[in-house]
């Protein structure tokens, strides 16, 4: 079974900080989706990873994924307060989306 | 396209009614997806279809849950009876294809069942 498991689950930065948020998988996966949740909202697309070393860049967010450590990161350059919400990995199986947990972060003037 | 419309957004039922939450998906996606958030579990797949046909329910619960999806612009979902567990965010996405692109999600319909 597909088990997708992100930390830290809650982040709490200061602006202006750097800071990666993990997220592994326990299966064999080269497709790997970020997703970002405002409190109350809907999910929306960030990036999408379909290659072990895939590289996807968008302002201050940089995801990247390894599919031999079955591993993906997201990476935050220099934090501002709009990027606090919650951001979902999700990981495709073989008949199946598993997102992780979410990490909530607050990023804090 | 005004991207992936649910309704309604909030629903409260009394326990033992029954529910149906709608959705209609991007034109032209053959993929459709049923989730529920909660905060104990997080985000669930329910079911998905591919080009209305259903693929995978094992996400569903337990049988008091259905999904249809008589064409390509409509689906639902249904609980019946409903019961207070069942109380979570419901949310319908949908893709162009299910490999490679990414879901688009609807608002979210925010069920209650007291």
């Known amino acids: 079974e597909l088990k997708v498991e992100q930390n830290p689950l809650f982040l709490s930065m200061q602006e202006g900080k750097n800071y990666t948020i993990y997220c592994n998988y326990s299966t064999t996966s080269d497709r790997l989706y970020w997703y970002r949740q405002d409190p109350g909202k809907s999910l929306e697309s960030l990036f999408v990873l379909l290659s072990n070393g895939a590289v996807k860049q968008e302002g201050r967010l940089m995801a990247s994924l390894d599919t031999k450590a079955r591993l993906s990161t997201l990476h935050i350059t220099a934090a501002v307060h709009d990027l606090s919400a919650t951001y979902f990995c999700?990981?495709?199986?073989?008949?199946?989306?598993?997102f992780g947990a979410g990490t909530r972060l607050t990023v804090k003037p | 396209d005004a991207g992936v419309i649910q309704s309604p957004r909030h629903e409260v039922t009394e326990m033992g009614q029954e529910v149906t939450l709608r959705c209609k998906p991007i034109s032209g996606h053959d993929y459709l997806f049923w989730y529920r958030q909660t905060m104990m579990r997080g985000l669930e797949l329910l079911i998905y279809?591919?080009?209305?046909?259903?693929?995978?329910d094992s996400g569903m619960p337990e049988d008091r849950f259905s999904a249809k999806m008589p064409n390509a612009s409509f689906s639902t979902l249904k609980i019946q009876p409903s019961e207070p567990r069942d109380s979570a965010v419901y949310f319908c996405?949908?893709?162009?294809?299910?490999?490679?692109?990414?879901?688009?999600f609807g608002q979210g319909t925010r069920l209650t069942v007291v």
């Open positions: 996405a949908s893709s162009l294809v299910w490999l490679n692109t990414e879901a688009f």
């Open positions: 999700a990981v495709e199986g073989n008949n199946d989306m598993r």
């Open positions: 279809f591919n080009n209305n046909v259903p693929i995978d």
